[in-house]
């Protein structure tokens, strides 16, 4: 299936608007576990996000967001966390009209448990993407922090390392494509030979380097606790394989993948991507599948 593509960054719109939706509510009782400490602190040429404010998501990132279809196939949406920041059990209207309503921050229970989200719904294509507005070198690791709700099959991560060269000659656009997705989109970006990309689903992994070096595990992992955020950590292990920790209930899964990262200079993008999500809903009981949250982001070098 192929479908036509608008494509609109929003990273000038979102400076004012996420400041707007972004709030720190009064101390509450948590709905879920602690957030996590942030990660080790990169060494310099590094990169680490904590969002204690929203100044770290407006100020520090770029985003883009894609639609399958113009005008988008749904007007609105409930995202979790509604406009006063409450438990991520209470939702807000996003409206596809105002793609920066798409990203916002929000601190429930104050500055330290600051982090941001990612919202769509569609009957058709769609994509969130964002990016750290800076290149590292020679990236080792990189690791963040999301929730692991059950969305359904039909909403997944993809976190992208991709040279800094190829970033330039596409535009700066960061839409890249997954070679396994069952959707081909125009102006969608094909994976170069050494751009890295790996995929989350369920709690599955797959790892692409280009689109000849593939590998997965689809073992799965859910819940239906929307606070908690789990640390997923990729190093590049400079042997043709990638070493992936996975954040669960007790515990820390390892998986080695084959892939690697590209060397020299590259940009690290975070992709929210949705395919017709009304169709398979979740199968465990969550209202309002439609959000990511984020938090802890940090680039190795």
């Given at each position: 299936?192929?479908?036509?593509?608008?494509?609109?960054?929003?990273?000038?719109?979102?400076?004012g608007?996420?400041?707007?939706?972004?709030?720190?509510?009064?101390?509450?009782?948590s709905?879920g576990?602690?957030?996590?400490?942030?990660?080790p602190a990169p060494?310099?040429?590094?990169?680490l996000?904590?969002?204690?404010?929203?100044a770290?998501?407006?100020?520090r990132?770029v985003?883009?967001v894609?639609?399958?279809?113009?005008p988008p196939?749904?007007?609105s949406?409930?995202?979790?966390?509604?406009?006063?920041c409450?438990?991520?059990?209470?939702?807000?209207?996003?409206?596809?009209?105002n793609?920066a309503?798409?990203?916002?921050?929000?601190?429930?229970?104050g500055?330290?448990?600051?982090?941001i989200?990612?919202?769509?719904?569609?009957?058709?294509?769609?994509?969130?993407?964002?990016?750290?507005?800076?290149?590292?070198?020679n990236?080792?690791?990189?690791?963040w922090?999301?929730n692991?709700?059950?969305?359904?099959?039909?909403?997944?991560?993809?976190?992208?390392?991709v040279?800094?060269a190829?970033f330039?000659?596409n535009?700066?656009?960061?839409?890249?494509?997954?070679?396994?997705?069952?959707?081909?989109?125009?102006?969608?970006l094909?994976?170069s030979?050494?751009?890295f990309?790996?995929?989350?689903?369920?709690?599955?992994?797959?790892?692409?380097?280009?689109?000849?070096?593939?590998?997965?595990?689809?073992?799965?992992?859910?819940?239906?606790?929307?606070?908690?955020?789990?640390?997923t950590?990729?190093?590049?292990?400079?042997n043709?394989?990638?070493?992936?920790?996975?954040?669960?209930?007790?515990?820390?899964?390892?998986?080695v993948?084959r892939?690697?990262?590209?060397?020299?200079?590259?940009?690290?993008?975070?992709?929210?991507?949705?395919?017709?999500?009304?169709?398979d809903p979740?199968?465990?009981?969550?209202?309002?599948?439609?959000?990511?949250?984020?938090?802890?982001?940090a680039?190795?070098?």
């Amino acid at each position: 299936m192929k479908l036509k593509t608008s494509i609109i960054a929003t990273s000038a719109a979102v400076l004012g608007l996420v400041a707007a939706y972004g709030c720190v509510g009064p101390p509450k009782p948590s709905s879920g576990a602690a957030p996590n400490p942030p990660p080790p602190a990169p060494a310099a040429g590094g990169f680490l996000e904590t969002f204690d404010s929203p100044a770290g998501f407006t100020g520090r990132f770029v985003t883009q967001v894609v639609h399958g279809f113009v005008p988008p196939e749904l007007s609105s949406w409930q995202g979790d966390h509604d406009d006063h920041c409450g438990a991520p059990t209470t939702t807000r209207t996003i409206h596809a009209a105002n793609p920066a309503e798409s990203f916002y921050w929000c601190g429930p229970s104050g500055p330290a448990s600051g982090h941001i989200m990612t919202s769509m719904d569609t009957t058709g294509y769609a994509e969130l993407d964002f990016s750290p507005n800076a290149a590292f070198n020679n990236v080792s690791k990189v690791c963040w922090d999301q929730n692991q709700t059950e969305l359904g099959v039909r909403k997944w991560t993809q976190m992208v390392v991709v040279p800094e060269a190829v970033f330039q000659a596409n535009g700066r656009q960061l839409n890249y494509e997954n070679p396994g997705e069952p959707v081909t989109v125009d102006n969608d970006l094909a994976l170069s030979s050494d751009t890295f990309m790996f995929v989350m689903l369920r709690g599955s992994t797959q790892t692409y380097t280009g689109p000849g070096v593939y590998d997965s595990n689809f073992d799965g992992f859910t819940t239906t606790d929307k606070a908690r955020r789990f640390r997923t950590c990729i190093t590049d292990q400079r042997n043709g394989t990638v070493r992936i920790e996975l954040e669960r209930e007790t515990s820390t899964e390892v998986r080695v993948l084959r892939g690697s990262f590209p060397s020299g200079a590259a940009r690290v993008i975070f992709q929210d991507n949705s395919y017709d999500p009304p169709k398979d809903p979740p199968t465990l009981p969550v209202s309002e599948p439609f959000t990511w949250h984020w938090d802890n982001i940090a680039v190795y070098n």
